[in-house]
């Protein structure tokens, strides 16, 4: 009896597919996993922009506060208010590990309680994504 040894050309192909498949699907992995990271530190840069600005608005005060609507995503930017200098930097855009953010600032009287003023940032990047933070002040 002659036994063969070796693969037979089936097997080869059989294995080379299930090599295929598990490759691919790694490298799909991979690249979801790159994806996500990429958006992780979009989130962050943007997180960064809006805590720092809010940061700023709150030292420079209540009296600072100029109620309305300014937006950096206009093509000419709703310029800061001329006797205060609201809403300070990084207002309109703001950069963060290459990023470019854009902000959007509403700053509301709540009236509850009384002499309460919202400020809201919403800050985007490359139409993909926003993040808002608000605050509260009081004199």
Known sequence: MNKRRGLTVLETLIAVGLLSVALLSLLLVFTQGMRWLRQSSQVTGATDVAREFLERVRANGYDQVVVGTYDGRLPVPTPPDATTGF????????????ERYTLVVRAD????????????VDVYWNDQGKISLETYLRP
Do not use: E
């Open 109 to 120: 009287a709540t009236g509850l309680p009384p002499n309460t003023v919202a400020v809201k």
């Open 87 to 98: 809403p300070p930097g990084p207002y309109p855009q703001g950069i963060r590990n290459k």
